[in-house]
């Protein structure tokens, strides 16, 4: 039985192609994108936008692109796409996919003049200009499995009963001695907003401050099994919590999630103006 938030009957998600059936194009159409108000979600949380509490980026891997060349040959490419965390809208993943499968049956004279494309379009729709990157050249990709990094709390022997978004599992978090260190767990899901359908993750928690009771956090991390909300909105609720609850200077939130229609999202959310991120395919992506 899933939960439902304050806001998922918001008019800008009704319209959403997201849980309807869809026609697939093959012809370019960047029209089929679609944004999602990052407001939405941020207005629960009491975030205004001039002065939102972190900085970051969605990281998206694309793994099923391709288009026809100038003589109607097949391209094919992956690429990474960086939204800033301030833009005005996020990218809706359905659309995305339907959008990228619109360029299957186009022609374009070169790899550069689609990475422009997308980047253009897809900065339309967040409101804030989106980097991109493509790769056409498959054989120089060195995409090796890779795993999160700092101290795995999934082992931790806990007796869990809640599996409803849970804040106050936070209460008491911190702990006497400060420290600085990185805790991940692989045992993070959530549902989508629209449609239920599960969506698997694995969450970094770096910080400096009052030490985190582990086995509080892995409580809390799992009390997002039945919550439903999109990837970006769960990470910046994991980020406001902790620094609601817990007794921190700092701290970076990085989510990698598995891979659905060719497209992985992996928000990360930080105090850090410039957070380093390290785009590492983990074993389930």
């Known amino acids: 039985?899933?939960?439902?938030?304050?806001?998922?009957?918001?008019?800008?998600?009704?319209?959403?192609?997201?849980?309807?059936?869809?026609?697939?194009?093959?012809?370019?159409?960047?029209?089929?994108?679609?944004?999602?108000?990052?407001?939405l979600n941020r207005n629960e949380l009491s975030l205004e936008a001039n002065s939102l509490p972190f900085y970051g980026i969605d990281l998206w891997n694309i793994y099923e692109l391709s288009w026809l060349n100038s003589k109607g040959k097949p391209i094919v490419a992956t690429g990474v796409v960086k939204v800033p965390y301030d833009s005005e809208f996020l990218i809706e993943s359905k659309s995305f996919k339907l959008y990228l499968n619109s360029f299957n049956q186009s022609k374009f004279d070169s790899?550069?003049?689609?990475?422009?494309?997308?980047?253009?379009?897809?900065?339309?729709?967040?409101?804030?200009?989106v980097e991109v990157t493509l790769n056409a050249n498959l054989n120089t990709v060195v995409d090796e499995l890779g795993t999160l990094s700092?101290?795995?709390?999934?082992?931790?022997?806990?007796?869990?009963?809640?599996?409803?978004?849970?804040?106050?599992?936070?209460?008491?978090?911190?702990l006497e001695e400060t420290v600085t260190e990185t805790l991940y767990s692989n045992l993070l899901k959530s549902n989508c907003l629209i449609t239920s359908q599960p969506d698997w993750g694995s969450v970094?928690?770096?910080?400096?401050?009052?030490?985190?009771?582990q086995e509080k956090l892995l409580r809390y991390l799992v009390s997002f099994r039945q919550h439903?909300?999109?990837?970006?909105?769960?990470?910046?609720?994991?980020?406001?919590?902790?620094?609601?609850?817990?007794?921190?200077?700092?701290?970076?939130?990085?989510?990698?999630?598995?891979?659905?229609?060719?497209?992985?999202?992996?928000?990360?959310?930080?105090?850090?103006?410039?957070?380093?991120?390290?785009?590492?395919?983990?074993?389930?992506?």
């Not at 093959?26 to 944004?35: E, K, P, R, T, V």
């Not at 550069?112 to 804030?128: G, Y």
């Not at 770096?206 to 009771?213: A, F």
């Open 1 to 39: 039985m899933s939960n439902s938030t304050l806001y998922d009957q918001d008019v800008a998600l009704t319209g959403l192609s997201l849980g309807k059936v869809t026609e697939y194009k093959c012809h370019y159409d960047n029209s089929l994108l679609q944004g999602v108000p990052r407001s």
């Open 228 to 285: 439903n909300e999109f990837h970006e909105q769960c990470v910046e609720r994991i980020f406001c919590d902790l620094m609601a609850h817990g007794s921190l200077t700092s701290l970076t939130v990085y989510a990698r999630y598995t891979r659905r229609g060719g497209l992985d999202i992996n928000p990360l959310r930080s105090t850090e103006a410039s957070p380093s991120i390290d785009n590492v395919r983990l074993v389930r992506q």
């Open 150 to 174: 700092g101290i795995n709390i999934d082992e931790l022997d806990i007796e869990v009963d809640q599996y409803q978004l849970s804040p106050d599992l936070l209460q008491d978090i911190s």
């Open 204 to 213: 970094q928690i770096s910080y400096t401050g009052k030490q985190l009771d």
């Open 111 to 129: 790899v550069e003049t689609v990475q422009k494309i997308l980047s253009n379009d897809l900065s339309a729709c967040a409101k804030k200009p």
